[in-house]
Structure formats: C-alpha cells, structure tokens
C-alpha cells in the first residue's frame, strides 16, 4: 500500500490531497474540498492525461514554426511518441486556427490542431 500527495489543480483553491493506492487500485482519496479533486486524484494516479502544446516546421509562412495543441488532453504515456509525429511534420502556409495538423495523433483518438492563423508570405 502507497500514500500519494497532489496537489488539485483543477480550480484555484490548489486542495491538497492524499490518495492511498494498492499497485494499480485507489483505496482512498483524502483532503478534496469537492468531487471534482476526487476525479482529478483518481485520474492523475490510475491515467494521468495532459494537454500538448508544441509547435510543427511551416513553410512559405510569416514564421518559421507554427503553434500546435491537442483538441483535448491525452495519456501522458503517449506524451513521447506524439512529440515523435509532431517533430515529423511540416505544412504550407496559409494555416487557419483550428486546422487539423494531425488526425489522430500516437493513436489515442485525438486531433492535433493549429493554435493561430498564420499567412503565406
Ligand atoms: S478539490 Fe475541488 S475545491 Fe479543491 S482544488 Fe480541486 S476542484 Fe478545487
């Protein structure tokens, strides 16, 4: 049995919270203001998921590097290997905001998209 400390970062109140684990199992989540920190703790501890915000090579654009981000969060486990697809790709200006860079990235059902608009110099 293991005892975990986070931190919710769900809202600004940054509750502190203890979750008591048995390999891969939530025993207790302790320290949560509301229901939602006991979501995030279970989540963080069984399946962390992040957001990836990167930037991909643009050619014929009013910048080098266009920024990217995924519609929603991923596995954190997949963190690496969609850096790998992201590194992969390059697009040709003109790009606008919420165009599809990628369909779904490392295989996890998620779109990578365009941050901004960028124009064609
Ligand atoms: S447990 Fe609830 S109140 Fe506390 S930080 Fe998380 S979301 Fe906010």
Redesign the pocket.
């Known amino acids: 049995m293991i005892e975990k400390e986070l931190?919710?970062?769900?809202?600004?109140?940054?509750?502190r919270?203890t979750v008591t684990m048995e390999g891969k199992e939530v025993l207790s989540v302790k320290?949560?203001?509301?229901?939602?920190?006991?979501a995030?703790?279970r989540q963080e501890c069984v399946q962390p998921m992040r957001i990836l915000t990167s930037t991909v090579r643009i050619t014929d654009g009013t910048h080098r590097v266009l920024p990217v981000i995924t519609e929603k969060e991923i596995p954190l486990e997949k963190m690496s290997e969609a850096m790998s697809e992201v590194r992969e790709v390059t697009v040709s200006a003109p790009i606008e905001v919420n165009d599809v860079i990628i369909e779904n990235i490392a295989g996890t059902g998620v779109r990578l998209i365009a941050s901004r608009s960028m124009a064609r110099l």
Do not use: S, W
């Open positions: 931190i919710c970062v769900t809202c600004p109140m940054g509750c919270i320290g949560n203001t509301c229901p939602r920190g006991e995030y703790a």
